[in-house]
């Protein structure tokens, strides 16, 4: 498939036992919908927000909430 995967497996899942999700407070997530939506930018595209895993599997530049 010529499609891009986004791996978020790593992000934060829950805030608190309220929320399930983290699609509302990450900025991160939000800003790459944004992009995509607006410009359809594949991922290879947005360096300064995605780095390559491997093949067509990409993750976000940014830190997992433990650093």
């Keep these: 498939l010529d499609m891009d995967v986004i791996d978020v497996s790593w992000m934060d899942n829950n805030v608190h036992s309220l ?24 991922a290879r595209h947005r360096p300064a927000r995605m780095t390559r895993r491997s093949g067509n599997v990409w993750c976000f530049l940014a830190a997992p909430s433990y650093v």
């Design 19 to 42: 929320r399930h999700n983290f699609w509302n407070i990450n900025r991160w997530m939000i800003d790459d919908l944004r992009d995509i939506l607006c410009t359809e930018r594949r």
